[in-house]
């Protein structure tokens, strides 16, 4: 098991990808991670820190975090405001919600609301190759987050207006979805589509030991 320590590390890239959420790019140093787990992050000197989940891959030689900014939050609209050359106080790896090796070769759906897509670009980015569906759930058309990335593999669900794969809730989405029952599951975002999607997915026959989730908030 990687230790968990703190550091201070440099941002070295903010790309922003809505006037709401950004990448964070930061000096990843020696930090070692498994894909899925999360950092706990705050501005250096200031003692809040927030959980986030790593976005970038593990085989990168920095560390990036896909931050929402909550206008009514104090943590991370305070990270939002970041520029290269500030620093950053981090902890971890935290967080059991990984891609085990007997896993990866089984079909995957992903499914995740928000900035909860965050652990999936990582799994994505760090192991090539994975059989997955990826099911994103957002408000707005524009909140899919580098989209591109997943190919045909990303499945977008807009609840607020037209547009996307999908007009709806990832939940509306699944409900429709035979699961074939080699699937393992990972939910990842709020905690209302968690709840909907698991009792979803295990009333579709899925066993709870192949359905594995991340709530945010
Ligand atoms: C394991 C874990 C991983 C997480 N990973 C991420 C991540 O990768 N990216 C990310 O943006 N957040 C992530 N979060 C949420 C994050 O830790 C903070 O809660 C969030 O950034 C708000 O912090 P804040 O200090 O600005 O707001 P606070 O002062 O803590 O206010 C919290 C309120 O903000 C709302 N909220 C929290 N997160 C979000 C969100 N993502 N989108 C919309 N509303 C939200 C909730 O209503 C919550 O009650 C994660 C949480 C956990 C537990």
Redesign the pocket.
């Known amino acids: 098991m990687p230790k968990t320590k703190r550091q201070i590390s440099q941002v070295l890239a903010v790309r922003e990808l809505t006037g709401l959420t950004s990448v964070l790019r930061f000096e990843r140093h020696d930090l070692k991670f498994e894909p899925g787990q999360?950092i706990r992050v705050g501005v250096e000197g200031d003692p809040e820190i927030?959980?986030?989940?790593i976005y970038s891959s593990a085989g990168a030689d920095y560390l990036e975090?896909?931050?929402?900014r909550?206008e009514d939050?104090?943590?991370?609209?305070l990270l939002c405001d970041l520029k290269p050359g500030d620093k950053v106080d981090i902890g971890g790896p935290y967080?059991h919600f990984k891609l085990t090796e007997e896993v990866r070769s089984k079909p995957l759906l992903l499914v995740s609301t928000?900035?909860g897509i965050?652990p999936f670009h990582c799994f994505i980015d760090s192991h090539k190759g994975l059989n997955y569906s990826l099911l994103h759930g957002t408000a707005l058309t524009s909140e899919a987050y580098e989209a591109a990335f997943y190919g045909d593999s990303y499945i977008h669900c807009v609840s607020r207006e037209e547009g996307g794969a999908f007009r709806g809730r990832v939940t509306e989405y699944l409900q429709a979805q035979e699961i074939p029952a080699e699937t393992e599951a990972f939910l990842c975002g709020n905690c209302d589509m968690i709840y909907e999607a698991f009792d979803m997915l295990q009333e579709k026959g899925l066993p709870t030991a192949q359905i594995h989730t991340?709530?945010?908030?």
């Not at 975090?65 to 929402?68: E, S, Y």
């Not at 939050?73 to 609209?77: E, Q």
């Not at 991340?214 to 908030?217: A, P, Q, R």
């Open positions: 999360y927030r959980d986030y989940s975090v896909l931050v929402r909550v939050g104090l943590v991370s609209k967080g928000g900035t965050s991340e709530v945010y908030f």
